[in-house]
């Protein structure tokens, strides 16, 4: 797959197999983050891998799955993410700017996880003080988001949008996402 296609196929995934990811992809994962585009090149980015079961397990309720369909959106048991990815701002480096690098480097991890056929999940929505309990993260580290991976277990299609951007789960947990149309966003030389 070229690099557009790779871009278009991505979708949120929330259920993923019970089959680890290995330690060399999660380390090609996060250095996709490290060489993201940075505000002035300041790279005030950490990351924090967790795959050893006991610290997933303690990991798992300090996150919330798919709002607009809690809890059926929830990763099912069995199907919980293998690994995650913990992105860090190390505010002694730089605070200011830093969610442009956050999204920078979170997407460049997206899609290289693709490429490795591991599917993800992008959450803001952290129970942070447990997070940083858990972890032993340091004071001057934020808690940006977190990347959720693992080999997928459910499907996630592109659906028109009509009039609200609200996800929605077939029982057989296939995801479909409404998402705007290239002509209602789209705009050629003057508005
Ligand atoms: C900044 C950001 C925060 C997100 N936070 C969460 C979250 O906390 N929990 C969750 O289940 N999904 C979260 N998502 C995933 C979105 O729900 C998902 O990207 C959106 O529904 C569109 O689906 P798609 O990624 O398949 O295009 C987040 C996505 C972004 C970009």
């Known amino acids: ?5 790779v871009i278009i196929s991505r979708r949120t995934i929330r259920q993923f197999e019970p089959r680890p990811v ?17 505000a ?6 950490e990351f924090v891998v967790v795959d050893d079961e006991a610290v997933r397990k303690e990991i798992f309720p300090c996150l919330k799955w ?5 809890p059926q959106g929830d990763p099912r048991p069995g199907h919980e993410p293998q690994a995650y990815i913990f992105v860090l701002v190390n505010a002694r480096i730089r605070e200011k700017m830093s969610e442009y690098d956050v999204g920078a480097a979170i997407e460049n991890m997206i899609l290289t996880a693709l490429g490795e056929g591991i ?9 942070r003080p447990k997070a940083v309990e858990v972890l032993g993260i ?3 580290y934020r808690v940006d988001s977190v990347l959720a991976l693992g080999y997928p277990a459910q499907e996630s299609r592109v659906e028109e949008f009509v009039d609200s951007p609200k996800y929605w789960q077939d029982p057989d947990h296939t995801f479909h996402v409404p998402k705007r149309k290239l ?4 705009h050629f030389n003057k508005f």
Request: net charge neutral.
């Open 138 to 140: 340091p004071k001057h």
């Open 119 to 127: 599917a993800s999940c992008w959450l803001i929505s952290i129970d």
């Open 183 to 186: 002509e209602s966003v789209l």
């Open 22 to 38: 290995s330690r060399a992809i999660l380390e090609k994962v996060v250095n996709a983050g490290r060489l993201a585009p940075s």
């Open 1 to 5: 797959m070229n690099i557009y296609d």
């Open 66 to 70: 798919a709002a607009y369909i809690q």
């Open 40 to 45: 002035a090149n300041m790279q005030p980015l």
